[in-house]
């Protein structure tokens, strides 16, 4: 019970804290959960007193870091560990015409693919499209067809000879994209046969049969 006072005063007592953390400083916290969290501060929202810290990295890699939200609603204890030495620089302004843009593209991107299933496209067609952004970003949709680097096509059934370029400069992108899709057509074949083979099928039946068997004993007397 003194415990769980003990708590209630802790929190009533953020509610009396002043709420404003400056930019830079290090502030610590103690969670609901007894978790102590220690970092720079990033942002802080007072209405909803929502605390962004920028922690040490928690996998020991010192280039990257950890971000944290930390609900003020749910802590018992925060301390300002430093306060900030400088004023934080000025925030740089967004590119709201790049922004908007980029939202356009993901908009449309999103719809091509809507359309290529419409249109029919193979699971295979799908897999391979997923491959190729995973390396490539200048990828999307014309119906059934993959366009890439917007002068290579790679059309239905999505073999190394289904790849073709618009004109003789993108020779080079057209022969890495056949590679590429080689060695995914080459991959979807074995990954379809290891899916077919009898062992498989064999473990299904084997798995189904000792299935029914069990359900088919009798029960004790």
């Not at 400056?22 to 102590?36: A, D, L, M, P």
């Not at 930390?70 to 400088?86: C, G, I, P, Y």
């Not at 004109?167 to 992108?173: E, P």
């Not at 057509?185 to 068997?213: G, L, V």
Request: net charge positive; hydrophobic share 30%.
């Amino acid at each position: 019970m003194a415990n769980n006072l003990g708590a209630k005063w802790k929190m009533n007592s953020l509610n009396s804290f002043n709420e404003c953390f400056n930019i830079g400083s290090t502030v610590s916290c103690r969670t609901c959960y007894h978790k102590e969290i220690e970092g720079e501060v990033l942002a802080f929202d007072a209405p909803t007193k929502i605390l962004i810290l920028k922690c040490s990295p928690s996998d020991g890699k010192p280039p990257l870091c950890d971000i944290n939200f930390v609900n003020l609603n749910f802590v018992s204890d925060v301390q300002v560990v430093k306060e900030a030495s400088s004023s934080p620089p000025t925030p740089q302004s967004l590119n709201t015409d790049r922004l908007t843009n980029r939202l356009k593209n993901n908009v449309s991107s999103k719809k091509r693919v809507i359309t290529a299933l419409q249109s029919g496209v193979s699971p295979e067609g799908q897999n391979l499209f997923l491959t190729i952004t995973k390396t490539i970003e200048d990828v999307k949709w014309e119906g059934p067809d993959i366009v890439v680097f917007e002068n290579v096509k790679i059309t239905p059934p999505y073999k190394p000879e289904n790849v073709q370029a618009s004109s003789s400069s993108d020779t080079k992108a057209c022969n890495h994209l056949r590679k590429l899709v080689d060695k995914h057509a080459k991959d979807w074949q074995s990954s379809r046969k290891e899916a077919q083979s009898p062992s498989n099928n064999s473990s299904c039946a084997s798995n189904a049969s000792n299935s029914n068997h069990n359900c088919a004993s009798p029960l004790p007397q």
